[in-house]
Nanobody, 114 residues
Framework: QVQLVESGGGLVQTGGSLRLSCAASGSGFSINTMGWYRQVPGKQRELVAV??????TTYADSVKGRFTISRDNAKNTGLQMNSLKPEDTAVYYC?????????WGQGTQVTVSS
């Protein structure tokens, strides 16, 4: 089975930066697209950024120019978040698309104070 473990969330002031990391563990699988999603209470989970195995990236309009997704190998991804705003406050989830379906991490809280 595939497991995703996120790290790097926390509390930061407006304009600050955070970096999230996600590591996949397990064996006997390959990961296609990896990405980050976020969710606030009462709202649907929304896409933040995704990156394909070939390095092609897609970003939500709200984070373009501020967030950068990276992938250092087939199983690890990171999200560099700069110029953070209070509206970026959410639980951030790592996602991996495998041949067996979507896998989600447990989530990490990001809080941006005004």
């Amino acid at each position: 089975q595939v497991q995703l473990v996120e790290s790097g969330g926390g509390l930061v002031q407006t304009g600050g930066s955070l970096r999230l990391s996600c590591a996949a563990s397990g064996s006997g699988f390959s990961i296609n697209t990896m990405g980050w999603y976020r969710q606030v209470p009462g709202k649907q989970r929304e896409l933040v950024a995704v990156i394909t195995r070939g390095g092609y990236t897609t970003y939500a309009d709200s984070v373009k120019g501020r967030f950068t997704i990276s992938r250092d190998n087939a199983k690890n991804t990171g999200l560099q978040m700069n110029s953070l705003k209070p509206e970026d406050t959410a639980v951030y989830y790592c996602n991996a698309q495998t041949a067996y379906g979507a896998v989600w991490g447990q989530g990490t809280q990001v809080t941006v104070s005004s």
